[in-house]
C-alpha cells in the first residue's frame, strides 16, 4: 500500500464493462472489489471465464505498473506460485489508458482472477496451512531474489526500513495517549535492535504486502497471492515479517501460529541467524505503521472502510504482543528455524529397523513419519511440516517445554547420581508430589517407567497382604513386564498371548455404552462392582483371598471409558473387606488431565491404598513414581533392600519439580478442564450430524471417540477409524485408535492443548468423517 492517496479513479460498472469490452474485446459483468487507492472491478463473461480490472491511481507511474507486470511473468514459470496474470490487450498491451467522465486519465489493466477465499475468512487455518504460505512465500523470494527493476527502488511508508520516519510523521493521528505510547514502545525497540543491522541484511525485491486479504485459499488449502501494489527492493526478511504480522490477527496463542509460518519458510528459503534474530521485531513494527497510517488515512477519507480493514485486530495482537518477553519471542522462532541434519531417509530408517531392531517394534500410519522436533502441541517432520499432536501424554506440559529442559540441563551439568547418596532434591520432590495426594498416601518410591511403578504395586501388595491373586479389568493393560502383562488381558488374551495365569482375575469392564449396564442405569456402578464381589467370593470357595485390585482411574487401552459412579467405592469396599490393597494406576490419566481432579481416582470419591504414577511426571523424561501408606511400606521393609539404580535420581526430581511447577504456575489443570468440555461440547455437536459417531466420552483432556457402523447394533467401524486416522494425518492431525474393537478415537494430546486446536481437530474431523461415509 502506497502512503499517497491522491487522484483515486472513480469509474462506474458501466465504465468497467465498457473497458473490458473495448480494450480487450470480450463481454462482461463488472461487480466493484474493496481497494485501498486503485480501483478494482471482478468481471464474468458469459463463458463464465473470470478476471479483475484494475484501474490505478494517477500517482501510480507506468514504470510501478511494469515492475508489477514483470515480476508476475517472471513467477508465472512456477505453476505452483499461483499469482494474477496480466492479460494483453487487442492490440497486445499490458497496460492501456482510460479516462473518465471528467476527462482524467489513469491506466488500466485486466489480470486473471483467482478463485477462492480471503485468508482472513477461510477456517480453519490449520497449522499445515500457515506452513503452506510459509513455503509459498518463501519459494516466492526465491523467485524473486535476482529479479531487478529500476521502479523497485523507490521510497515508500510501506517499507520496513523507512517505519521510524513514517510512523513519527503521522503518530498524531492516533488520538489515544495509551496508543501512542504502545507505538512508541514498539518503535524504540525496533530503532534499538534493528536499524544498526539494516545494512547487514540480505535485500531484494519482494511482494511486501502477503496480508490477510491477498492471501487467497483455496478449498484444497491451496496458497494464492494477490495485489502487487507494494512491490519494493527493501530488506527480504521484510516479506515474511509482513505476513506474520498479518498472520498473528486474531489468534489466541500469536506466536504459535507465527512459528509454523516461519518454519515453512525457512524450509525453503532458510534465515540467515541476524535475520532469526531480528524479524520479532519486525513483526510488530509492521503492525504500527499499519495503525498509524490507517489513522492517518482515515481522517483523510472516512468513507473508505477499507483503510482500517485491520486497525481493530492490530490494536488486540500489539496489546498482546507487549507482554511477551522478547527473548521467549526470539526463542520460539528460532526453534521454528531449527533444521535437522539431513539424516537417513525414511526408507532407509525403515530397512535398518527392519534388520536391526526388534520385529515386534510397530510404526504409525501406513506412510510413517520421521519426526525430528517437538514443541507445546506440536511435532515437526523432517520437512518442517507441522502436526497437531492429540495422542502424546507422555509430553504432558508440553514438547520441549523450556522450564523442563533447563532443569533437566542443569542438574545434569551439576551432579547425577544414585539413592545411596543423600540429596535435596528427593526429598524436595517427595515433598512437592505428597502434597498433591490425600492422606494417608505418604511414602514414595521412585522408578524410570509406569511399568515399574506397576511392577513394583505388586511387589508391594503381595509383601502387606501374603497373597498373590490380583483382580483385574477385562481389557486392561498396566505395563511390559512379565508381571504385567500376567494381569493385563489387553495382552494375554491379544495376538501372541498365552491367556489368564491362575492368579489373575478378570472383572467385566465397566463400560457405560458396550456393557451390560448403560449410562441410563443409576446402579450401573455397584452392579459392575458385584462381580468383583464374586470374584472374591470365589476364591474363597478355595480358602483363598485377594491380594489386590488393580485399575486405572480411566481406561486407557479399555477405549477411554469413564467409570460409571461409584464403582470404585464399592470394588475397593469389597475389596478391602476381603484383606486386599486397592492399586489405583493413574500412569495415563493423573497429573491434572481430567480437569476436575489433580488425579483420576478423585473423581469416584476414594482413596486407593498404592498409586502408580508415570508417563506424565517426567514430559518425556523416564520416570515415574509409587505412592503407598506407611503401613504397607512397613510391610515391604523386610530385610530385602529395594534398590533402583536411575530411580529418584537428582536429574530426574529436578524435572520432576518442574513439570509440577509448571502445572500449577501456567494453570495447565485448569487449562484442561476448560479446554476439554469446550472439545467434548464440539465432538458432541458433531456426533448429532455424524450417525457414525456412536458415543463421545471422556473428562478434560482425556477423551474418546467410538465409531459404529450401527447405533442400534453397535457394531463397530474398525476400518472407519482406521480410515479417519490416517485421513487426519494428512491434515497435520496426529489422531490413534483404541478399545478391544479398535474402533475409538483416543484424544489425549499435551495439556497445553488450546480451544482453537480444539474448534480445528473438531473441524477437520466432521471433513474425514464425510470422507469416510461417502466410501462407506
Known amino acids: 500500500m502506497s502512503a499517497v492517496h491522491l487522484h483515486r479513479p472513480r469509474f462506474s460498472v458501466e465504465a468497467a464493462q465498457g473497458i473490458a469490452w473495448k480494450m480487450y474485446g470480450f463481454k462482461a459483468l463488472a461487480r466493484p472489489l474493496p481497494s485501498y487507492e486503485d480501483q478494482n472491478f471482478y468481471l464474468i463473461t458469459d463463458s463464465g471465464a473470470q478476471f479483475v480490472l484494475k484501474i ?30 496480466v492479460c494483453p490487450t487487442q492490440s497486445g498491451e499490458l497496460m492501456t489508458a482510460v479516462t473518465d467522465e471528467a476527462g482524467s486519465q489513469y491506466l488500466a489493466r485486466i489480470v486473471t482472477y483467482l478463485p477462492g477465499t480471503v485468508l482472513t475468512k477461510y477456517q480453519p487455518q490449520s497449522p499445515k496451512l500457515l506452513h503452506e504460505i510459509g513455503r509459498f512465500l518463501g519459494q516466492m523470494d526465491n523467485r524473486l531474489a535476482a529479479f531487478t527493476h529500476p521502479a523497485a527502488h523507490r521510497l515508500s511508508d510501506w517499507d520496513v526500513r523507512h517505519a521510524s520516519a513514517a510512523i513519527r510523521r503521522h503518530l498524531s493521528a492516533i488520538e489515544q495517549p495509551e496508543r501512542q505510547k504502545l507505538v512508541e514502545n514498539f518503535l524504540a525497540r525496533y530503532e534499538t535492535a534493528v536499524l544498526p543491522h539494516l545494512s547487514h541484511l540480505r535485500a531484494s525485491i519482494i511482494h511486501n504486502d502477503a496480508n490477510e486479504y491477498n492471501l487467497i485459499i483455496s478449498p484444497a488449502d491451496e496458497v494464492s497471492l494477490i495485489d502487487f501494489g507494494d ?91 507487549v507482554d511477551i518477553p522478547v527473548e521467549q519471542a ?45 514443541t507445546g502441541q506440536f511435532l515437526y517432520d523432517e520437512g518442517g511440516r507441522p502436526y497437531l499432536d492429540c495422542v502424546n501424554n507422555v509430553c504432558h506440559v508440553g514438547h520441549s517445554h523450556p522450564r523442563v529442559v533447563e532443569a533437566a540441563v542443569r542438574q545434569m551439568a551439576l551432579l547425577n547420581t544414585n539413592t545411596r547418596y543423600l540429596h535435596d532434591s528427593i526429598i524436595h520432590y517427595a515433598e512437592r508430589l505428597l502434597a498433591t495426594l490425600p492422606d494417608p498416601l505418604s511414602v514414595c518410591f521412585f522408578v524410570n517407567s509406569g511399568s515399574e511403578a506397576n511392577d513394583l504395586a505388586l511387589r508391594l501388595a503381595w509383601a502387606h497382604t501374603g497373597r498373590r491373586d490380583i483382580i483385574v479389568l477385562d481389557g486392561a493393560y498396566h505395563g511390559n513386564l ?106 495415563q490419566v493423573g497429573l491434572g488431565r481430567v480437569g476436575t481432579h489433580f488425579w483420576g481416582f478423585e473423581m469416584q470419591g476414594v482413596i486407593p491404598d498404592i498409586v502408580t504414577i508415570g508417563k506424565p511426571i517426567g514430559n518425556g523424561h523416564p520416570l515415574a513414581a509409587v505412592v503407598t501408606t506407611p503401613e504397607i511400606a512397613q510391610s515391604f521393609h523386610n530385610g530385602m533392600e529395594y534398590f ?14 518442574a513439570v509440577l511447577d509448571v502445572i500449577e504456575e501456567e494453570r495447565l489443570q485448569e487449562n484442561a478442564r476448560r479446554v476439554g468440555e469446550h472439545f467434548l461440547a464440539e465432538l458432541r455437536g458433531l456426533m448429532a450430524k455424524r450417525p457414525i459417531i456412536g458415543d463421545v466420552r471422556g473428562r478434560g483432556l482425556f477423551i474418546g471417540v467410538e465409531l459404529v457402523r450401527d447405533r442400534a447394533t453397535l457394531e463397530p467401524a474398525a476400518a472407519a477409524a482406521t480410515a479417519v486416522i490416517e485421513r487426519m494425518k494428512e491434515h497435520g492431525i496426529l489422531l490413534s485408535a483404541d ?35 461417502e466410501h462407506r
Request: with cysteine; hydrophobic share 40%; charged share 20%.
Open 56 to 85: 490505478s491511481s494517477a500517482a501510480v507511474s507506468p514504470e510501478l505498473l511494469d515492475l508489477q507486470n514483470q515480476a508476475m511473468t517472471l513467477l508465472a514459470v512456477d505453476e505452483t506460485l499461483r499469482c494474477p496474470q
Open 231 to 321: 512491490l519494493v527492493h527493501t530488506i527480504t526478511i521484510a516479506e515474511l515479517a509482513v505476513a506474520a504480522a498479518y498472520i498473528m490477527l486474531n489468534k489466541p496463542d500469536p506466536l504459535a501460529a507465527v512459528a509454523h509460518l516461519v518454519g515453512g519458510y525457512h524450509a525453503v528459503h532458510p534465515l540467515t541467524k541476524l535475520e532469526q534474530e531480528l524479524l520479532y521485531y519486525l513483526i510488530p513494527i509492521r503492525l504500527c505503521v499499519s495503525v498509524v497510517m490507517s489513522a492517518h488515512l482515515q481522517k483523510r477519507e472516512p468513507e473508505n472502510r477499507y483503510i482500517s480493514i485491520s486497525a481493530k485486530p492490530a490494536w488486540e495482537t500489539l496489546a498482546m504482543l
Open 330 to 374: 526470539q526463542e520460539a522462532l528460532r526453534r521454528a528455524c531449527y533444521t535437522p541434519p539431513i539424516g537417513l531417509s525414511k526408507a532407509e530408517i525403515l530397512d535398518r529397523r527392519q534388520r536391526h531392531l526388534g520385529q515386534s517394534l510397530s510404526v504409525s500410519y501406513r506412510e510413517p513419519l520421521k519426526i525430528v522436533r517437538g
Open 482 to 587: 512379565s508381571s504385567l502383562i500376567a494381569i493385563s488381558p489387553y495382552k494375554f488374551n491379544g495376538p501372541g498371548g498365552q491367556g489368564k495365569p491362575a492368579h489373575t482375575h478378570i472383572a467385566p469392564m465397566p463400560d457405560p455404552y458396550r456393557g451390560p449396564y448403560r449410562a441410563d442405569d443409576p446402579q450401573a456402578g455397584s452392579k459392575y462392582a458385584a462381580h468383583v464381589a464374586d470374584i472374591i467370593a470365589d476364591l474363597g470357595q478355595r480358602d483363598a483371598a485377594p491380594a489386590a485390585f488393580i485399575a486405572e482411574s480411566l481406561l486407557g487401552c479399555g477405549g477411554q471409558i469413564v467409570l460409571p459412579d461409584g464403582y470404585l467405592a464399592e470394588a475397593y469396599r469389597l475389596v478391602r473387606a476381603a484383606g486386599g490393597v486397592c492399586i489405583a494406576d493413574e500412569v
Open 644 to 657: 533402583n539404580t536411575f530411580g529418584g535420581n537428582p536429574v530426574s526430581c529436578a524435572v520432576g519439580l
Open 739 to 773: 478399545g478391544p474393537l479398535h474402533n475409538v478415537l483416543k484424544i489425549k494430546p499435551p495439556i497445553v492443548f488450546t480451544e482453537e486446536n480444539a474448534d480445528l481437530v473438531a473441524t477437520l474431523l466432521d471433513q474425514a468423517l464425510s470422507d469416510t461415509d
